[in-house]
């Protein structure tokens, strides 16, 4: 019988070296394959984030490498907390959120709640509502780019077919009042999808004798729906809120696509605003500052809510 790879492997081994390994425990050995995966991760997300705070204190400016950076403090902090119009951003940022997550959630339950119901042509419906989600965001903000124009745009027909409104009176990216709203209908429609999938599998969680025992109580429809469905589902809605309101909070190359910021700064967002401190001003240091206020924003209030999050799958 031929020698294995592994047995030529094990007698070339040092007897020194073969003794030593031998005598490893599960843990020390699980540790020598985890320890580089580890060392990469510090490397990629650990590293960066201390050096960012580094440059937060300086007036570093990445495109004059030649100058030496000025430690400044917290000058640059104090100029963000101070500065009207990043509280400007903030507000548009706010806005954005509150109206993606809650339509989300509220549209996303729904049609989980529809699916859940077994019919017939439920897996083909399923399919197609969860098309938008597997589109890239830059073919998505492009699509509905084409989709808002006054002139050749099915949108302005369809809302002009329904209101009796001229479809060219009005323009969805071009009006200061409509274009926050035109970002938020692009983003529901493409994520309402991802929060019907997490509602879904909450749904389908729930044990049939539940229902059954509740049924015979003679509680009724509604009744099983809020004392039993939503308290049960409420733990998978509470965690499609954290990763919609996480990936929001950064949202970037949609917004870009459609409005770019606009018209003005209407929809600039806070991660549109720090790339265009960081790579349109060159402001490094004062970027870094803004990233680490972003970053503990998101932290803090992502680290209150996995607590309220837990404390929900508790009871």
């Not at 294995?4 to 490893?24: C, E, F, H, K, N």
């Not at 808002?148 to 969805?172: A, C, E, K, R, T």
């Not at 509604?222 to 954290?242: D, K, N, S, Y």
């Amino acid at each position: 019988m031929s020698e294995s790879a592994i047995d030529r492997l094990a007698r070339a081994t040092p007897s020194g070296v073969s003794r030593r390994i031998s005598g490893l425990s599960d843990r020390a050995i699980a540790w020598i394959f985890v320890t580089p995966t580890i060392l990469l991760l510090l490397a990629v997300n650990i590293f960066p984030l201390i050096w960012t705070i580094r440059l937060s204190f300086t007036n570093f400016r990445v495109n004059r490498p030649g100058e030496a950076p000025e430690f400044v403090g917290l000058r640059n902090y104090t100029r963000i907390l101070t500065d009207g119009d990043i509280w400007l951003t903030m507000q548009a940022t706010a806005h954005f959120l509150f109206w993606t997550i809650a339509l989300q959630v509220l549209i996303g339950f729904t049609l989980a709640y529809l699916i859940n119901k077994k019919f017939r042509g439920n897996d083909l419906w399923t399919t197609i509502i969860v098309l938008p989600m597997m589109l890239s965001p830059a073919v998505v903000g492009n699509f509905w780019t084409f989709l808002y124009q006054p002139q050749i745009g099915l949108f302005n027909y369809v809302v002009g077919f329904f209101s009796g409104v001229d479809p060219s009176s009005f323009s969805m990216i071009g009006d200061v009042s409509l274009a926050p709203w035109a970002i938020v209908i692009v983003d529901t429609w493409m994520w309402t999808p991802f929060v019907m999938l997490i509602c879904l599998a909450g749904l389908r969680s729930i044990p049939d004798s539940i229902y059954e025992a509740a049924e015979c109580d003679r509680a009724s429809k509604w009744r099983q729906f809020w004392t039993i469905t939503i308290p049960l589902v409420l733990p998978f809605l509470m965690l499609a809120i954290l990763f919609r309101g996480i990936e929001n909070f950064k949202m970037f190359d949609l917004v870009v696509q459609l409005t770019g910021g606009g018209p003005g700064s209407v929809t600039e967002l806070t991660s549109i605003n720090l790339k265009r401190e960081a790579f349109e001003k060159w402001r490094t240091g004062y970027a870094s500052a803004y990233a680490v206020i972003l970053f503990v924003t998101v932290f803090g209030l992502a680290s209150i809510y996995v607590k309220a999050l837990n404390k929900v799958k508790e009871r």
